[in-house]
């Protein structure tokens, strides 16, 4: 099972900028796509963006142009590098790994979350 530590966040005003990182337990090459969530309370969990082994990325409509991820395979971390914050950018942020593993199918790890909170 892959375990997942999340790092960064915290608060920062509206057009501030905050990076999150994610490191992963196991070689991140093994995995097939890295992923970061966000969810507000009482809301349900959503994507913000996710990569696959192959670098290809795909965002949220909200976050496109400002929020930037990467893969880092030296260190087996995650990035979200998140530009131009918004107070509807205010989550946690939780990140997302999905690995397919032979005889066992898909793997789901996530992590603990981290807080983001961004002020008008």
């Known amino acids: 099972q892959v375990q997942l530590v999340e790092s960064g966040g915290g608060s920062v005003q509206a057009g501030g900028s905050l990076n999150v990182s994610c490191a992963a337990s196991?070689?991140?090459?093994?995995?097939?796509?890295m992923a970061w969530y966000r969810q507000i309370p009482g809301k349900q969990r959503e994507l913000v963006a996710d990569?696959?082994?192959?670098?290809?990325?795909n965002y949220a409509d909200s976050v496109k142009g400002r929020f930037t991820i990467s893969r880092d395979n030296t260190k087996n971390m995650v990035n979200l590098q998140m530009e131009n914050l918004k107070p509807e950018d205010t989550a946690v942020y939780y990140c997302?790994?999905?690995?397919?593993?032979?005889?066992?199918?898909?793997?789901?790890?996530w992590g603990q979350g981290t807080q983001v909170t961004v002020s008008s």
């Open positions: 997302n790994t999905q690995t397919f593993v032979a005889g066992k199918g898909w793997q789901t790890a």
């Open positions: 196991v070689t991140i090459s093994t995995i097939n796509t």
């Open positions: 990569i696959n082994k192959h670098d290809y990325t």
